[in-house]
């Protein structure tokens, strides 16, 4: 008996979803990247930055992408998010990534440039701290238009994989 894709990315180390750029889905993405962190027994620390940094690029699509520049009007705009796990050298350590294509207008998140924080917070223009968490957070980053597409690869290295002590929910 042959396994639909969906059951093999379900036993893999892989995770792949396709997603509205709406507010309301992040929650779905927030509980793929659970239960994919599960799969792989990633720790809780490590979970943790995953969601921050899939959280800030996402929200980013959703309030900045949407907007109709660079887009046929009435499209609808989505987001397909895939993260694996890669083997730089086995045993020594790991790299994860995580893959965000969306229909946005463009933007090349590398291009922006960052804030300044030598002055006061109520002080600081708006925008730009999301981008620069990502940038502290991940090891590289890369970014790519394709066609009518946004692709931006989010590389976080030394992963610390080991079985699940600290999932408590």
Not at 31 to 49: F, V
């Amino acid at each position: 008996m042959m396994r639909s894709e969906e059951d093999l990315l379900e036993n893999s180390d892989v995770m792949q979803v396709r997603l509205h750029a709406t507010i309301e889905q992040w929650s779905k993405l927030a509980d793929e990247l659970k239960r994919w962190g599960q799969r792989i027994s990633l720790t809780a620390a490590m979970h943790d930055k995953v969601r921050l940094v899939a959280e800030e690029w996402f929200f980013n699509i959703v309030h900045h992408g949407c907007e109709q520049e660079g887009r046929t009007a009435g499209e609808e705009l989505y987001v397909d998010v895939t993260a694996t796990v890669a083997d730089e050298r086995q045993g020594e350590w790991q790299t994860l990534q995580l893959l965000f294509l969306d229909n946005g207008k463009p933007f090349d998140p590398l291009q922006h440039e960052a804030p300044n924080m030598h002055i006061p917070v109520a002080t600081k223009p708006y925008g730009g701290l999301g981008i620069y968490l990502i940038r502290q957070l991940c090891s590289s980053c890369y970014y790519e238009r394709k066609g009518t597409c946004n692709q931006l690869l989010m590389q976080l290295t030394n992963l610390d994989i080991q079985h699940m002590k600290d999932w408590s929910e």
